[in-house]
C-alpha cells in the first residue's frame, strides 16, 4: 500500500510533530506552513500574521498500520481544540487549529471525526476543516526541532 498524507495544524508545530513522530505506522513529518496567501512564506513572516499561514505538520504515514481516523485521534488529544487562534501562551491566527484534508474521504472522515469530538464536549470546537493548500515546509532548524534538544518526552 502507498504511504498516505494527512496534515493537521494545533499551535506550535514543535510538540504536534514529536506527538506524531511517537505513532506506530508514522513513516515520517514535516513542520511547515499551510493555509497563507504567501509563497515561500518564512518563520519570521509567518509570525506576524499576514500571511494567514498555520503552523503544521504533513506526516506521511503507512494506512495499513495507522488510520486516518486513528490520527485524528491523535490530533485531537494532542491539544485544545475548543481554543480559537492560540494554544497555550502562543497566540495567532498561525496556531489556529485546523485539518487539511488530501482527499474527499479524508474531509468525510475528518467531518465525522469533528462531530463526534463536538459530542464529547460542552465547549465549541474552533477547529477549522480547511481546503489543502501548498504545504511550504518550515526552515531546516524547525525540523525535529525537540529532539535535536534533546526533549524525548
Known amino acids: ?6 496534515i493537521f ?11 506524531f513522530r511517537n505513532v506506530d505506522g508514522v513513516l515520517a513529518t514535516t513542520v511547515g506552513y499551510i493555509g497563507g496567501h504567501v509563497d515561500h512564506p518564512s518563520y519570521e513572516h509567518v509570525c506576524t500574521g499576514v500571511t494567514d499561514h498555520a503552523e503544521a505538520v504533513r506526516i506521511n504515514y503507512d494506512p495499513a498500520r495507522v488510520s486516518y481516523e486513528e490520527l485524528l485521534d491523535v490530533f485531537w488529544s494532542a491539544h485544545d481544540p475548543t481554543q480559537l487562534n492560540r494554544q497555550g501562551p502562543d497566540i495567532g491566527r498561525q496556531y489556529r487549529s485546523a485539518i487539511f484534508p ?19 464536549t460542552k465547549k465549541p470546537i474552533a477547529t477549522q476543516i480547511e481546503s489543502s493548500t501548498t504545504f511550504w515546509p518550515a526552515e531546516d532548524y524547525h525540523q525535529q526541532y525537540l529532539e535535536k534538544r534533546g526533549r524525548t518526552s
Request: aromatic fraction near 6%; glycine fraction near 6%; hydrophobic fraction near 40%.
Open 1 to 6: 500500500m502507498e504511504p498516505s498524507i494527512a
Open 9 to 19: 495544524a494545533a499551535g506550535c508545530f514543535w510538540g504536534v510533530e514529536k506527538t
Open 102 to 120: 488530501q482527499s474527499d474521504e479524508q474531509r468525510s472522515v475528518a467531518e465525522a471525526s469533528l462531530a463526534k469530538q463536538q459530542a464529547k
